[in-house]
């Protein structure tokens, strides 16, 4: 009986065909990035909430249209490479096995152990797809949203509270404080306790 490579959390070498064999029925996703697959990590709940306020307002938004939004569980195919992106905004999706190769908008939330890979190796990648027209980082420990826009040369953009955010591939704005809804940082709590002007 042949063993199936196991995963590490520190990434373990392995061929594109093993990591997509193995991922059909390990336990835990992983990423693969480089030639090594690697354990992804549970999200925090504020990871969660931001996660999950962008992904319903994505929604709402493009219902009915042509582009729609995925959770995490959409893969996106990066050459060799696949990744496993927060929200992902595909248009025409027809991709089989929850992969797209073809994403418009990508959103990371970034955290201390995620946030060195998704500011060099990701943005490298991401913004070498032909499809990707914007790549969002939002924090979590405090508010901060950057767009890298490929009509900006990818130039980071970046919006605080009070501010709204314009997401051009789906034609859509939210405010800052839309995407941090319930989010529980230091930045929130004192935004929530200023006075109404």
């Known amino acids: 009986m042949a063993l199936q490579p196991k995963?590490?959390?520190?990434?373990?070498?392995?061929?594109?065909?093993?990591?997509?064999k193995a991922e059909l029925t390990a336990e835990v996703r992983h990423e693969y990035l480089d030639g090594r697959a690697y354990a992804m990590t549970g999200g925090t709940t504020n990871h969660i909430r931001i996660t999950a306020n962008v992904l319903r307002e994505f929604g709402n938004s493009l219902k009915g249209k042509p582009c729609e939004a995925f959770m995490t569980d959409m893969q996106v195919k990066l050459g060799k490479d696949y990744v496993y992106p927060d929200v992902v905004v595909a248009c025409n999706h027809t991709e089989e096995q929850g992969v797209t190769s073809a994403p418009v908008l990508i959103v990371e939330v970034l955290s201390k152990s995620t946030r060195a890979i998704d500011l060099t190796t990701k943005l490298i990648k991401y913004?070498?797809?032909?499809?990707?027209?914007?790549?969002?980082?939002?924090?979590?420990?405090?508010?901060?949203?950057?767009?890298l826009r490929r009509r900006q040369h990818w130039q980071p953009v970046y919006y605080f509270l009070d501010h709204a955010v314009v997401f051009e591939a789906i034609d859509l704005t939210l405010s800052v404080a839309e995407i941090y809804d319930r989010v529980d940082n230091e930045d929130m709590q004192t935004f929530?306790?200023?006075?109404l002007t």
Do not use: C, R, W
């Open 127 to 147: 913004i070498n797809l032909p499809s990707l027209q914007e790549y969002v980082l939002i924090e979590q420990d405090f508010v901060s949203v950057h767009i």
């Open 192 to 195: 929530k306790l200023a006075p």
């Open 7 to 20: 995963f590490e959390a520190a990434g373990i070498s392995m061929t594109e065909p093993d990591y997509l």
